[in-house]
């Protein structure tokens, strides 16, 4: 696990994203270090956001 792997998921605790969320972003993400910086900023960004939004801002960025 790469350090950005472990921000990541450190990242998705915080916010209260439960374990399968996670697992789909984390694993949508993984070893893409772009993917998972742009998915981080938007994350310092929107601290307020829901294990919702974050999961579509995922599957969203991935899919490019």
């Known amino acids: ?3 950005m792997d472990d921000l990541l ?3 998705l605790s915080c916010f209260g994203v439960r ?3 996670g697992a ?3 694993l949508r993400l993984k070893d893409q270090p772009e993917l998972q910086e742009q998915f981080m900023d938007y994350m310092a960004d ?3 956001a829901t294990a919702e939004e ?7 960025i991935s899919a490019k």
Do not use: F, P, S
């Not at 974050?54 to 969203?60: E, I, Q, S, W, Y």
């Open 1 to 3: 696990m790469t350090e």
């Open 54 to 60: 974050l999961l579509d801002v995922a599957r969203r």
């Open 24 to 26: 789909e972003i984390y």
């Open 19 to 21: 374990k399968g969320a």
């Open 9 to 11: 998921i450190r990242g």
């Open 46 to 48: 929107h601290r307020e």
